[in-house]
Nanobody, 124 residues
């Protein structure tokens, strides 16, 4: 399974970015995909998660109402729409994927097996 993030960049506070995670390889067993972020000196934190079969989504309280996660099956992407960005949203954003082999909280990074390299979001 390969995950490649894109869409990061630098924006002013109040702006928006659409992050995309393109997945490839043997992905038929993947049941959950998530977005996490990590700022310098801080632990990796959950942003949102999406169950591929049921389309059930989870969003962290810190971004609820501003960020939305969705899947585009035609493009093999899981997207994170980020709106009303704040300076505290500045971080490296990572896409992750997992299968039912690992159970647990979809907003817990330990649930995930596969990770992308990340895309930087900077809000000033």
């Amino acid at each position: 399974v390969q995950l490649v993030e894109s869409g990061g960049g630098s924006v002013q506070a109040g702006g928006s970015l659409k992050l995309s995670c393109t997945y490839s390889g043997y992905t038929s067993f993947i049941d959950c995909m998530g977005w996490f972020r990590q700022a310098p000196g801080q632990e990796r934190a959950a942003v949102a998660a999406h169950y591929t079969g049921t389309a059930t989504t989870y969003v962290a309280d810190s971004v609820k109402g501003r960020f939305t996660i969705s899947q585009d099956n035609a493009k093999n992407t899981v997207n994170l729409q980020t709106n009303s960005l704040k300076p505290e949203d500045t971080a490296m954003y990572y896409c992750a994927a997992t299968s039912p082999v690992k159970l647990g909280d979809p907003l817990n990074s330990r649930r995930y097996t596969y990770w992308g390299q990340g895309t930087q979001v900077t809000v000033s």
